[in-house]
């Protein structure tokens, strides 16, 4: 289901009725992953084997030595996997044709490659490449021959690689020369656009959100495409009549008043997919907690009893958590390095289950995953390959009171600090009283359950103390005057 304002875009992607994955495009702050720029070197750090890239954003991005292409002296067409000196490749001031990766993340930029690729509905182009390669999603060893052998014959004596997506499965011959001859003549066009174009300027801009979805997302087992904006609907309508006509009847204009994403419960799905707690149908639960180092979730029987025995317990809630933790990435788009704290297990074989049913979730997943064994401490621990934001990070904002921390000092904590503050105030400054300033919350405890000690600390200074209600200020803020 494709929802388009015109201020923000969302894709919905759903599974037998249940929402998988969210992509979100807005107008002020879109995507730059498959964007094409004519960068400038701005520095080389040959400590890092990587330089920083001007490309026009707020930010400077950044490019490793082994994402550059470059010539081998043997293979001149070839993509040279030997390292060399990043000396060697750039030099500051120099321009260079380079495509995002990944999404500038937090305080750190775009990251960069000279591996320009560019996808269509059934292969990716690989313009300085010289080899076929085949999805891996693509089991059947027949299929995979005959597109193998179909790609190598239309290709013969022409430079540029290519990689056979899984939507080419079961693609005929025709379909495939004319997804070819599309990506030749755009890369032809891009290649051009570059020679005349600025330095910071971008060369080419990937789709947008709709006919992007339509292209990545759409496979055989794909049963409706909804949108409910009419002009995206008519350009994603052309678009699909154009490259993959015989799937154009299952896209549908949505025009019912009723939201497209209150169907499914998708905006319900959205919001719970923000909360630190994911519930299981069993009654156990996880607990999700995103840091700048690395995603933990943590494994919890809750309020499930079990029937039998505590083993058969911890395994039954194991095994709904690792189908629900498979969900959960997909959903919230986590990435980098995840720690997996499953309830300790006693059997061999349970663990092994576990692990089992959790790679097999997995698959479903676009992201590429890697996962470790259980370690001796009962932890899983697996990375997931991150292009963008996670659905946390692009829908929320820091919390202004706490600042990021999930915490705040108490207000007992917060009094005892300004009694100190009013010991040592009252120590370095001649004054005939002292006035604090705080919050309403830390106010309210100091002439309820902190009034004894507040008249003590009077009479030990020997001054009247005035206290002052500051609407404004955070639960843990707070200033003491001497006047």
Request: with cysteine; glycine share 6%.
């Amino acid at each position: 289901m494709i929802n388009v304002t015109p201020y923000e875009a969302r894709t919905a992607l759903l599974e037998n009725g249940v929402l998988q994955e969210l992509f979100l495009e807005r107008q002020s702050n879109s995507g730059l992953v498959g964007n094409i720029y004519k960068g400038k070197v701005s520095r080389v750090l040959p400590g890092m084997q990587a330089a920083f890239i001007e490309i026009g954003l707020e930010r400077s991005a950044f490019l490793h030595a082994s994402d550059i292409v470059h010539l081998d002296v043997d293979d001149e067409s070839a993509y040279s996997q030997q390292s060399h000196d990043i000396r060697n490749l750039l030099n500051e001031g120099s321009d260079i044709l380079v495509q995002v990766t990944k999404d500038p993340m937090g305080t750190k930029g775009a990251r960069l490659t000279t591996y320009i690729t560019l996808p269509s509905r059934f292969v990716v182009y690989l313009p300085k490449g010289n080899s076929v390669g085949i999805s891996n999603r693509i089991k059947d060893e027949e299929e995979r021959e005959r597109l193998s052998q179909a790609m190598q014959d239309m290709l013969e004596n022409e430079v540029g690689g290519f990689i056979v997506r899984t939507a080419a499965e079961g693609a005929s011959l025709s379909a495939l020369r004319a997804d070819i001859m599309y990506l030749r003549k755009q890369w032809q066009i891009i290649a051009e656009h570059s020679l005349h174009s600025n330095v910071k300027e971008l060369v080419h801009k990937d789709l947008d959100l709709a006919l992007r979805s339509v292209r990545d997302l759409l496979n055989d087992s794909t049963e409706r495409i909804r949108i409910d904006d009419i002009h995206a609907y008519e350009g994603t309508k052309k678009f699909m009549q154009d490259f993959m006509p015989s799937r154009a009847v299952i896209l549908e204009h949505y025009q019912s008043p009723r939201p497209i994403f209150d169907l499914y419960n998708v905006e319900e799905d959205i919001s719970k997919a923000l909360e630190q707690k994911v519930y299981l149908k069993s009654g156990g639960y996880l607990v999700i907690d995103q840091t700048e180092a690395m995603t933990t979730i943590d494994v919890n029987t809750g309020a499930f009893v079990g029937y039998r025995s505590l083993e058969e317990t911890i395994f039954k809630t194991n095994l709904e958590a690792a189908q629900s933790i498979a969900h959960q990435l997909r959903l919230r788009n986590l990435g980098g390095i995840i720690i997996l704290d499953f309830i300790d297990m006693e059997s061999a074989s349970h663990r092994e289950q576990v692990v089992t049913v959790l790679k097999a979730s997995l698959e479903l997943d676009y992201a590429k995953t890697q996962i470790s064994e259980l370690t001796a401490l009962g932890l899983i621990e697996m990375t997931r390959k991150r292009t963008r934001e996670s659905l946390g990070h692009v829908l929320c904002a820091i919390c202004p009171t706490c600042e990021g921390r999930g915490s705040v000092r108490s207000p007992e904590t917060v009094c005892y600090e300004i009694f100190r503050e009013v010991f040592r105030q009252n120590k370095q400054f001649e004054s005939k009283e002292i006035l604090i300033l705080a919050s309403p919350v830390v106010i309210d405890h100091l002439l309820d359950e902190e009034s004894t000690s507040l008249g003590e600390l009077e009479g030990n200074i020997n001054k009247p103390i005035r206290l002052q209600v500051e609407s404004l200020y955070k639960p843990d803020q707070y200033d003491v005057v001497p006047l």
